[in-house]
């Protein structure tokens, strides 16, 4: 089997650069405004989990972590939330 040789006259033909002009358009961000916070108290503890709602919390104070400290914050939620789920299903 041959390899491809270039065709007379030199190279294969360029391929195409980006657009002229710069750069491509650039992506939408965010809307306008302040990031969510947590969800505001409903006043109702009886249709609230404590453990769900330490979770949640946990999530909203990993806001100010670094992002390495995150991570931990997130996968330790993550998992109260499963546990939690689990124990609900077998109710």
């Known amino acids: ?3 491809p040789v270039p065709p007379p006259g030199g190279s294969f033909p360029a ?3 980006p657009p002229t002009g710069g750069s491509f358009p650039a992506r939408p961000g965010p809307p306008a405004g302040a990031r969510p916070g947590p969800p505001p108290e409903f006043g109702d503890d009886e249709t609230r989990h404590p453990a769900v709602d330490a979770a949640v919390q946990s999530l909203a104070n990993a806001a100010t972590l670094a992002p ?3 991570i931990a914050q997130y996968e ?3 998992e109260t939330l499963r546990e939690t789920l689990a124990t609900i299903d077998q109710t």
């Open 15 to 17: 391929r195409p650069g």
């Open 1 to 3: 089997m041959t390899r």
């Open 68 to 70: 390495a400290d995150q």
């Open 76 to 78: 330790a939620a993550y």
